[in-house]
């Protein structure tokens, strides 16, 4: 099986697998990183997404071959210590319920708010649209995002 | 000063204490169940038996208190609030206690079900006088100590104080205490061998706080998970992995049915990754025949094909290799079949009584006018976030399983019939779960992984695809009801509900929830279709769409009496109070009080240009619930705006989870009785994942707002409540925004060809 360098959350890992494997998969499986989250599998619900060069993207369609030389970030290393403008505003506001969806939430959360800091209320819902909740805690995600985005203003 | 509550309580029942052997007191007690009268407590923190006890407090030398509890926290926030009841009654400071995930080993482990909302209120009256129970160990220690007595002393957030001032703090005096209470109940023990027979021994009391004296009940607690959450942390059970796990792919019949005849797998056994291609289901099938599994049923009649791999990747790839042929074990069903089924039934006369007060044929048969409804559901999948999955290792000795099921004790049993092996030999451990909703009260995906491990005897973790999940999953039944009313001089006179289900009916207390009690000629017949198709528990079993169809057709009645449907609800209340039927389990008082609530709250008498209200009030799963729904019209098309919500759940003990509960069940509620739509055709789901299966999504989301009734009765739960009202809210609403009544979930779809809609 060939081997690929990918450089996740600023040091680089090498791992042995097949090429379609998807990020998703390789992170959780192999590289032992297991809080980006398997939800669809085919794009749809957010659960699995990181970070490519500071976009928010899905893991679970990305196959490791295309990732050469791109810095990829994951939940793990969005912040040392849980630090990050977006996870304070997780914990100041309670977002989650069961919890899974919301390593995803936040990646998308903290990847939008870098190109739109500051967001309205309407521009904040259209960008969490592509992350399902099946708990359904939307009204604090959004709440959360708007509160990280002052957060990050002030 | 403040004061206490006196209560009766025999702490041998369900409690015991011990001192641990490296130091610090151990406190097991039991919520469901008295404790055995032999049953020994531990004395060391790693071996904790939850059959005897379903949680144990630990208060250490440094006055940290820890609470080890298998109980299993599906999103619901018990792992907070449970906690939460103890540390008050207990007065310790919050940031002292640590929750900490039980083990369970299995044997005769009593319910520990998370599911029904129940838990809080099974709890409620234990852990209070549990934590009460070990501040009063602890004080009469501290007094022992000083040598004054107790009565003198107080214990306020982890700290005993005396007369004088002198303190003293918890952990100072923990070994004492044990030992004091060692010594106290022998001599109790002593005491009632000593009672002639027929003598009763004093009745122990204990002092429990006033509810207006609460410091940490009723303040905002947040999730003690978060920080694990918000980093990406372990936790659930798709993150739990063993020293030489290998993963499980499970090809299931395609179509409900569906038995499997044979299989080819040269193709994937030589793909890069995998390790073995198996059979399984002899062992279920085998139960089956003798009628051991119960809803299994449906899934058991076929073996099936596992693709055993080295990660998930290559499993989910090589399981799509596998050329499987199907047979039909049953016919193949679909859902425009059960339509007409469930028509007919609703024609016929095959019904079971479940409830019958008065004469309705006479109501109806002297009524002005008989208005009469029919209201459709269809089948629903749970669609957890996190799909189903268990970890197994089956060795000669022992059984291991991890993952997250809220049925543990079943779920154990049932692998100990099927691999014939001794439950003592099973340790089931609970992780988070992604969601229950209903899904994970089933325990197939935990007999799966057994049945692999026990075959490739090595660690495994069996898990579904959203694909697998969708499609071989438990649902909620598709359901029709029929309901019809009489009216003579403006009133209500007889009320007859029909309900026709595929797979199952309603049971239990739901035919006795509102209006039953209000209406002097009431009666609920059921009749159901037996099919192939598993169905089960979904998040507010039944209510979930009974509630939208009686609320809806109160408010239909109503518009056609010319009443106002707020006080047509307001006077048929009225005539429930003070019943002296006991099968009423609900307050006419307090659904009162919440459909008033939800009326001020929301604005309803004073609507808004453009804002269409609906509103309704519903009591289950124990909470008394209103909802009012706001519509507005965008480009032709109904929006929701906001969802008010009003709620007794009696005293609230952790408003920042229980505001997150009655949000997300809301919202549900709008969602699925918006875009929840899924059948069958052929015996094969009309939607595998959601790129054909709609979930309501961030920008369909209407903000909810809640509003606590205020008050000091015991707290009932929340995970389920305020789900069914929402649907009734909208469809009310939307009747007014649009002119259509909706018969018919969800309304999305079945409400697209309407030409307001254009
Ligand atoms: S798992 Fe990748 S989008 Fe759902
Ligand atoms: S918190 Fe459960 S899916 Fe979002």
Redesign the pocket.
Same mark, same amino acid.
């Given at each position: 099986m060939p081997t690929y360098n990918l450089k996740i959350n600023g040091s680089s890992q090498s791992i042995e697998a097949a090429e379609d494997t998807p990020l998703?998969w390789a992170l959780r499986d192999q590289l032992d990183m297991v809080g980006t989250k398997? !939800? +669809? !599998?085919? !794009? =749809? +619900? !957010?659960? +699995?997404t990181v970070h490519v060069d500071g976009n928010a993207t899905?893991? +679970? =369609?990305l196959q490791i071959s295309q990732l050469d030389g791109k810095e990829i970030t994951t939940i793990e290393g969005l912040s040392e210590d849980g630090s990050h403008p977006v996870q304070e505003a997780w914990k100041a506001i309670d977002v989650p319920q069961c919890g899974y969806c919301q390593a995803g939430q936040i990646m998308t959360a903290s990847a939008f708010l870098e190109k739109n800091p500051n967001p309205s209320r309407e521009e904040i819902r259209n960008a969490m649209t592509g992350n399902i909740c099946r708990c359904a805690s939307y009204n604090r995600i959004e709440n959360a995002v708007a509160k990280a985005a002052e957060k990050k203003m002030a | 000063m403040s004061s206490t509550i006196q209560t009766k309580f025999s702490r041998r029942s369900f409690l015991r204490t011990s001192s641990l052997a490296s130091g610090g007191m151990l406190i097991g007690f039991n919520f469901f169940t008295a404790c055995k009268d032999t049953v020994k407590m531990p004395v060391d923190i790693s071996k904790l038996d939850y059959n005897d006890f379903n949680a144990f407090i630990k208060i250490s030398k440094e006055g940290m208190v820890t609470l080890f509890s298998p109980n299993p926290e599906i999103g619901q926030g018990v792992k907070t609030s449970m906690p939460m009841i103890i540390a008050e009654e207990l007065d310790v400071a919050w940031e002292n206690v640590n929750v900490v995930q039980g083990i369970l080993d299995t044997q005769n482990y009593v319910r520990q079900v998370a599911g029904g909302s129940q838990s809080i209120r099974f709890g409620w009256d234990a852990l209070r006088q549990t934590g009460a129970f070990a501040r009063q160990m602890l004080v009469n220690a501290a007094a022992a100590k000083w040598g004054v007595d107790a009565s003198e002393c107080t214990a306020k957030q982890g700290v005993i104080t005396n007369a004088k001032g002198e303190t003293l703090g918890y952990g100072d005096v923990v070994d004492e205490a044990a030992a004091l209470e060692a010594e106290r109940a022998a001599k109790r023990k002593a005491l009632i061998e000593s009672l002639a027979e027929g003598e009763q021994p004093p009745a122990e009391t204990i002092e429990l706080k006033d509810p207006k004296d609460y410091t940490l009940i009723g303040t905002d607690v947040g999730n003690v998970d978060i920080d694990k959450i918000i980093t990406g942390k372990p936790l659930f059970g798709l993150d739990y992995k063993a020293e030489g796990m290998v993963y499980a792919s499970v090809l299931r019949p395609p179509a409900f049915g569906q038995v499997l005849e044979s299989y080819d797998d040269t193709e994937a056994k030589a793909m890069p990754g995998v390790i073995d291609v198996i059979k399984i289901g002899e062992k279920a099938k085998a139960m089956l025949e003798k009628e051991q599994i119960d809803w299994t049923a449906k899934l058991a009649p076929s073996e099936k094909v596992v693709v055993i791999a080295e990660n998930s990747w290559a499993a989910i790839k090589a399981k799509k290799t596998i050329k499987a042929l199907w047979s039909d074990g049953s016919p193949l069903e679909s859902t425009k079949a059960h339509d007409k089924i469930l028509m007919d039934l609703l024609d016929g006369k095959d019904f079971t009584n479940l409830r019958k007060d008065g004469d309705v044929k006479k109501a109806f048969k002297q009524a002005d006018k008989v208005v009469e409804r029919t209201y459709e559901s269809p089948f629903l999948p749970h669609n957890c976030m996190e799909p189903m999955n268990f970890y197994a290792n089956v060795t000669d000795s022992k059984i291991h399983l991890v993952g997250p099921v809220q049925t543990p004790a079943s779920a154990a049993s049932t692998v100990a019939n099927l691999l014939g092996r001794d439950e003592k030999d099973i340790r089931l451990e609970m992780t988070r779960m992604g969601g229950g909703f209903g899904r994970r009260l089933y325990g197939d995906f935990v007999y799966e992984a057994a049945e692999i491990s026990d075959k490739i005897r090595r660690p495994v973790k069996m898990f579904s695809t959203r694909e697998d999940d969708m499609t071989t999953g438990v649902y909620r039944p598709a359901i029709k009801y029929r309901i019809a009313a009489s009216i003579k001089d403006g009133e209500i006179t007889g009320y007859h509900l029909k309900e026709a289900a595929v797979g199952g009916n309603m049971y239990g207390l739901i035919p006795n929830f509102f209006p039953a009690g209000a209406l002097d000629n009431y009666q609920v017949d059921v009749a159901k279709y037996d099919s192939n198709i598993t169905t089960g528990a979904w998040r507010a079993p039944y209510t979930n769409f009974l509630s939208y169809a009686e609320q809806s057709f109160l408010d239909e009645l109503a518009e056609d009496m010319g009443k106002d449907p707020v006080q047509m609800r307001l006077d048929m209340l009225e005539k429930v109070k003070g019943t002296t039927d006991d099968r009423i389990q609900y307050s006419a008082e307090r659904l009162q009080d919440v459909l008033k609530l939800a009326v001020e709250k929301s604005g309803y008498r004073t609507p808004k240009d453009g804002v269409f209200q609906g509103v309704c009030a519903y009591y289950c799963h124990n909470t008394h619930v209103a909802e009012v729904a706001d519509v507005v019209m965008k480009n032709n098309r109904p929006v929701i705006q906001k969802i008010t919500v009003a709620v007794d759940c009696g005293i609230v003990i952790n408003p920042l989870g229980a505001k997150n509960q009655i949000e997300g069940g809301a919202i549900d509620g709008v969602g699925h009785s918006m875009y929840g739509d899924f059948g069958f055709e052929n015996g094969m789901p009309t939607a595998n994942n959601y790129d054909k299966y709609r979930l309501i999504r961030m920008n369909e989301t209407p903000i909810v707002e809640t509003h606590f009734v205020k008050n000091t009765l015991s707290p009932t739960g929340l995970g389920e409540p305020t789900l069914p009202p929402a649907g009734a809210a909208v469809a009310i609403a939307m009747k007014k925004a649009t002119g259509n009544r909706m018969y018919k979930q969800p309304f999305a779809t079945n409400m697209a060809s309407k030409p307001i809609l254009g």
């Open positions: 998703l398997f !939800g +669809c !599998g085919i !794009g =749809q +619900c !957010g659960a +699995c899905r893991s +679970c =369609q | -």
